[in-house]
């Protein structure tokens, strides 16, 4: 027998794997794969996700439905203030058997439906269906939900590029503005115009 790694992430679902129709309960924190977002937004390696769902067998894989709830740490892109929170996220993935009954034509049908209705993603069991790795569909999952740039809200309308403070608290603030380059630029206009003049 094939030795397994288990990793924090390896579900053993072996119970449920033996025959279709049967469901596995799943209700539990998991730590945070690395590599969830950046330093505006992200989830934390190590954090725990708790993930709330459950593992149903049908005849040709296992689903899983359920919720996912991170701690994602999160700054608005513009004006930097903290939008940290929970974040929770609903999950559809499955996780088909390897094909031990491939080259049957009932088969061939199955998968050519469960492609065309498949809308989450799809990920490996190991072990002839005994685990499920559900690290790269936490990882996915949040990676793909995340925003890119994350406001505090749509209008943000950030800090001052010159002194940084948030004007969002002071919509009126401006500088003076004395650009050196207009002020010679007009200096040397009336220079020109009173030699043309004289
Ligand atoms: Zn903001
Ligand atoms: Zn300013």
């Avoid at 439905?65 to 993935?93: H, I, N, Y």
């Avoid at 058997?97 to 209705?117: H, L, R």
Wanted: glycine share 10%; proline share 7%; charged share 25%.
């Amino acid at each position: 027998m094939a030795r397994i790694e288990y990793t924090d992430w390896t579900v053993p679902v072996a119970q449920v794997g033996s025959r279709a129709g049967q469901t596995m309960q799943v209700d539990r924190d998991f730590p945070a794969p690395g590599g969830i977002g950046d330093s505006i937004v992200g989830v934390k390696e190590g954090e725990p996700i708790h993930v709330n769902g459950q593992f149903d067998s049908i005849i040709d894989g296992l689903i899983f439905t359920g919720t996912f709830t991170a701690p994602v740490t999160a700054v608005c892109a513009r004006c930097d203030r903290d939008l940290s929170g929970d974040w929770s996220e609903q999950v559809t993935a499955f996780f088909p058997y390897e094909d031990a009954d491939a080259g049957k034509t009932k088969n061939e049908d199955v998968e050519i439906i469960a492609g065309e209705e498949e809308s989450g993603d799809t990920y490996p069991l190991i072990d002839n269906g005994a685990f499920a790795n559900i690290e790269p569909l936490l990882r996915d999952t949040f990676v793909s939900a995340l925003p890119l740039n994350p406001l505090c809200k749509p209008d943000c309308k950030g800090l001052c590029p010159q002194c940084g403070l948030d004007l969002n608290e002071s919509p009126e603030h401006v500088h003076e503005v004395t650009d050196l380059r207009f002020a010679d630029l007009e200096a040397l206009k009336e220079q020109l115009e009173r030699e043309q003049g004289e």
